[in-house]
């Protein structure tokens, strides 16, 4: 059996798919103009932020999960304090370490957030039953997984 290096019908449709979706994925299904006009920030800090409010991360840790490189991330920390939705927090047993650690105004404009972008996925691309988000879900998880596998 053929690899999919071998297999040169597959790996076009495989390379053609992932440019389609790196072109188009930030215009056509997150919206991120939209997101970016509606909340007053770059998209940089929007990302940040939903980082910090799953758990408190160093910026090196940040650096890693948002796959951008240490001293970008100083910037975008800065704003987002200056925004009162996020402090700097020592490490208790470390005090070389600071954390992110979101606070309630940083979480209550990540509610909001998700509120924007599920009216997107109902209105701009139909998904309106359990089935419709499943599928997409599904769809992403297998994107997220083989991207976090391959880091």
Known sequence: MATWIEDSALQKSLIDQMMYVSMRFSRQILHTDLLMDRFGMPMSEIQLLFAASEKDYTIGELADYMGVHKPNVAPIVNA???KGYIERVASETDGRKIYVHSLPEG???????RSCIC?????KHGVQGNGDAKNLNKALGTLVRTMKTHN
Do not use: D, G, N, S
């Open 107 to 113: 979480k209550k404009c990540i509610e909001q957030i």
């Open 80 to 82: 987002l304090v200056k």
């Open 119 to 123: 009216e997107q996925l109902i209105q």
